[in-house]
């Protein structure tokens, strides 16, 4: 058992607060990702976990323990770093066993134990190398056999895909998510990139200034946000946030007479994701627009439009040309459209 239990936690440095009152659950074997902006907390709340850091106040668990005041190698975890600290006068054999040596492990299962980490990772053939003749993803990979090797039911990652370039970042993701399932570990993986936390993760913990925003799997966060800030944080392009406007029959998008559903006269956002607004003929539309922007991406076009005083973005599949001030016409389904309050930000019926 590896479950993963935060109540209650915070963190302080006299006045400044960088997590405050954190409660989430990651269940044995699962993958969970702390995503957000920079300073959200996400990697304090990764150092508080490993024992790198002790929280002013709260509890942690791990398997079923209390761990709150145990040091780091009481916990029964490995770690990735997002720099990979590879020893560069190590080898990749001496750097991945450098763990277990210094915890002064039986020395007669290290072959084996090296052998199976070499033989997952595709290390073999790099064993007598050394840093410096590897490539960026191979590097990482030597990092994640020193965590592996070490045979901890419990797998914390920092960031640890933010030195790699775009292409060689979406074959690790996999390459990662695999391997975890394959070893069925618990993962706690720290990033700020949406899209790593999407495609890789069981659960997901949207973190906002050192406070839980949302906690929830990927489909749901996407589907269900809670928050304005979580519907912007989540798809690419984000959601569109439109404000609204009094007007005789309701609301209304703002400097237009496109008006919805009767929603009193609470200050309020409408919120609609690029790929769920169309390009329609004009008996269909549900908004005249005017074209502000168009780009090409191959797959679809994102297309920068006005409805009134309101710029949204529209993901249209395949190519379309447009010249900046045509005239279009938009439509969505009512099903697609969120409402957020204005002042908190909270999602609205």
């Known amino acids: 058992m590896a479950a993963i239990s935060l109540q209650g936690v915070c963190k302080h440095w006299g006045q400044a607060q960088a997590v405050s009152n954190i409660d989430f659950e990651v269940k044995s074997g699962q993958f969970t990702v702390l995503l957000g902006p920079s300073g959200c907390g996400k990697s304090t709340t990764l150092r508080l976990i490993a024992g790198l850091d002790k929280p002013s106040s709260g509890s942690i668990?791990?398997?079923?323990?209390?761990?709150?005041?145990?040091?780091?190698?009481?916990?029964k975890i490995s770690m990735v770093f997002q720099s990979y600290a590879l020893f560069p006068h190590l080898s990749v054999r001496e750097n991945i066993l450098f763990g277990v040596r210094v915890r002064k492990e039986p020395r007669a299962g290290y072959a084996a134990r090296l052998k199976r980490v070499a033989d997952i990772l595709g290390l073999s053939h790099l064993l007598e190398r050394r840093p410096g003749q590897l490539s960026g993803g191979q590097q990482q990979r030597v990092a994640l056999g020193r965590a592996i090797i070490a045979d901890a039911p419990v797998c914390l990652m920092d960031e640890?895909?933010?030195?790699?370039?775009?292409?060689?970042?979406?074959?690790?993701?996999?390459?990662?998510?695999?391997?975890?399932?394959?070893?069925?570990?618990?993962?706690?993986?720290?990033?700020?990139?949406?899209?790593?936390?999407?495609?890789?993760?069981?659960?997901?913990i949207l973190l906002r200034e050192g406070r839980i925003e949302q906690d929830?799997?990927?489909?749901?966060?996407?589907?269900?946000?809670?928050?304005?800030?979580?519907?912007?944080?989540?798809?690419t392009p984000p959601m569109n946030l439109?404000?609204?406007?009094?007007?005789?029959?309701?609301?209304?998008?703002?400097?237009?007479?496109?008006?919805?559903?009767?929603?009193?006269?609470?200050?309020?956002?409408?919120?609609?994701?690029?790929?769920?607004?169309?390009?329609a003929g004009a008996s269909e539309a549900t908004a005249p627009a005017l074209v502000e922007t168009v780009?090409?991406?191959?797959?679809?076009?994102?297309?920068?439009?006005?409805?009134?005083?309101?710029?949204?973005?529209?993901?249209?599949?395949?190519?379309?040309?447009?010249?900046?001030?045509?005239?279009?016409?938009?439509?969505?389904d009512a099903r697609d459209?969120?409402?957020?309050?204005?002042?908190?930000?909270?999602?609205?019926?």
């Open 295 to 332: 780009e090409y991406f191959g797959a679809d076009t994102i297309i920068g439009a006005r409805i009134g005083s309101a710029s949204l973005l529209v993901r249209a599949p395949g190519q379309h040309r447009f010249d900046s001030g045509a005239a279009i016409h938009l439509a969505w």
């Open 216 to 235: 929830a799997a990927p489909a749901d966060l996407y589907a269900q946000p809670a928050t304005a800030f979580a519907a912007r944080f989540i798809g």
């Open 160 to 204: 640890p895909l933010s030195n790699l370039d775009a292409q060689l970042r979406q074959e690790m993701r996999r390459e990662i998510r695999a391997l975890q399932q394959q070893l069925n570990m618990t993962m706690v993986y720290v990033t700020h990139d949406q899209t790593e936390a999407m495609s890789m993760a069981d659960q997901v």
């Open 242 to 279: 439109l404000p609204l406007q009094s007007h005789v029959e309701g609301l209304a998008i703002a400097g237009s007479n496109v008006v919805l559903r009767e929603l009193g006269q609470t200050p309020r956002q409408l919120g609609l994701r690029p790929e769920h607004i169309r390009l």
């Open 61 to 75: 668990h791990i398997g079923g323990r209390d761990v709150t005041q145990l040091p780091p190698a009481q916990r």
């Open 337 to 349: 459209q969120y409402f957020f309050d204005q002042e908190s930000g909270l999602r609205r019926a």
